[in-house]
């Protein structure tokens, strides 16, 4: 496709639900980034894959959070046990180089995601 | 450890004046600078970015941005408002590259008065 996709771009879940999110990249781009948008706020960092490595997974902010890049294209976000404060939207960003290039992030429309 | 500053969380101009979207960061090693703009429901799209290079940034939409290092600031300009305009603005740094993750300023929501 032309750009990121990510889906579903709305997921309404009950408290304690695991849910998963869908980034498509750019085809080609090397470099994948994963960013939590709470309400009225900037984007946060939550994890970096060149191809299929996961380089930085810094911003994860529990071990409910998981991503996942098996073979360097398709990323999935993966949050189990769901609580409210998890209610934000995900944004996934890609790129065509590796770190320390001045290629530019592409970002996704984003997957808004609702705790109930 | 590196962080953004946007002073103000909203701003209103009319139609035709000048826009003026402040950013100030904090960075240890020399930063990559960006501006990107944000419609209702949508991705973040990239205006202008400073890498290296002249200090004075041109991007699309008749924006613009001067990297002035004395001050720590990366201040969006556009000379006339239009309507279009009105959006969600970021400001953000990276440390290491264009392609390095980006630390965010919690932006401003600029309106534009007819």
């Known amino acids: 496709g032309a750009g990121v996709s990510q889906s579903p771009r709305y997921k309404v879940a009950k408290r304690g639900q695991d849910v998963a999110l869908r980034c498509d990249p750019i085809s080609g781009h090397v470099s994948l980034f994963w960013y939590q948008q709470a309400l009225g706020q900037g984007p946060e960092f939550l994890t970096y894959?060149?191809?299929?490595?996961?380089?930085?997974k810094s911003g994860l902010p529990s071990d409910r959070f998981f991503a996942e890049r098996p073979e360097g294209s398709v990323s999935t976000l993966k949050i189990q046990r769901t609580q409210q404060e998890d209610s934000a939207v995900y944004l996934c960003?890609?790129?065509?180089?590796?770190?320390?290039?001045?290629?530019?992030?592409?970002f996704g429309d984003g997957t808004r995601l609702s705790i109930l | 450890a590196q962080s953004v500053t946007q002073l103000g969380s909203h701003v209103s101009v009319s139609e035709g004046a000048l826009v003026l979207l402040r950013c100030n960061y904090s960075?240890?090693?020399?930063?990559?600078l960006f501006w990107y703009v944000q419609y209702p429901n949508q991705g973040l799209q990239l205006l202008l970015k400073?890498?290296?290079?002249?200090?004075l940034v041109k991007g699309i939409n008749g924006f613009e941005a001067e990297f002035k290092k004395s001050e720590t600031s990366f201040h969006l300009t556009k000379p006339s408002a239009h309507m279009s305009d009105a959006a969600e603005y970021f400001c953000a740094v990276s440390v290491t590259g264009a392609n390095s993750k980006l630390t965010f300023g919690k932006g401003i929501t600029l309106s534009v008065r007819p």
């Open positions: 960075s240890s090693v020399p930063p990559y």
């Open positions: 400073y890498t290296t290079g002249a200090t």
């Open positions: 894959f060149q191809n299929e490595a996961q380089l930085d």
């Open positions: 960003a890609s790129s065509y180089q590796t770190t320390g290039t001045n290629q530019p992030q592409h």
